[in-house]
């Protein structure tokens, strides 16, 4: 073998283990997370969302939900499948902060963030998160739990599910239908 073909195979060698360490190095800052409630979907019968004093709770009877402070409205069921769909599978993407003097800067202090608590059916509580969405990143939203320090980055922007107006979650029971009235 001549000299130029050693430099070449050495030189490709390198490149390659350069280009090996590099991709190594590169997967160890991808964010894993997993889902803030793992537990079933069953166990969940009390829904209770606030912010700025403002409360709205849904609860579910056997397989339907309704609103406490709206008893003639009938809940939307594509908003309920929205929180467990997509609102109980967000991840804590990164941690931004443990300082609590930060907490306002994400929107997740217990004044300005909107608390997000689900219940069992004795009243016991299996979830609070408090999430906020300040800043200019309209992808992602910021999360703390309730008795942590800890303030997250989360990989989706759910902020928007967390409305406490009863007409977000629910609407006036439209009329009976003129023909269902005739077949009585």
């Known amino acids: 073998m001549t000299n130029t073909i050693k ?27 997993e889902p803030i409630y793992t537990g079933s979907n069953e166990n969940i019968h009390r829904i209770l969302l606030s912010e700025n004093g403002k409360n709205l709770e849904l609860v579910r009877s056997d397989t339907t939900w309704k609103i406490t402070q709206a008893d003639s409205f009938t809940v939307k069921d594509f908003q309920v499948e929205k ?11 990164m941690l931004i902060s443990s300082k609590v003097e930060k907490w306002s800067k994400f929107g997740v202090d217990d004044s ?22 300040s800043g200019q990143d309209y992808q992602h939203n ?15 922007n759910v902020y928007f599910l967390l409305n406490t107006n009863t007409t977000y979650w629910g609407q006036k029971p439209k009329k009976d239908d003129p023909l269902k009235e005739n077949e009585n």
């Not at 309730?146 to 989360?154: E, F, I, M, P």
């Open 83 to 93: 929180i467990f769909d997509r609102l109980l599978k967000i991840e804590q993407e």
């Open 112 to 133: 300005s963030g909107r608390h997000f608590q689900i219940y069992d059916e004795s009243s016991n509580e299996l979830l609070h998160y408090i999430f906020g969405n």
């Open 142 to 156: 910021y999360i703390r739990e309730s008795q942590s320090n800890d303030v997250y980055r989360t990989n989706d």
């Open 7 to 33: 430099y070449s195979i050495g030189a490709l060698a390198l490149l390659l283990i350069l280009y090996l360490s590099n991709q190594n190095s590169q997967n160890s800052y991808n964010a894993e997370g």
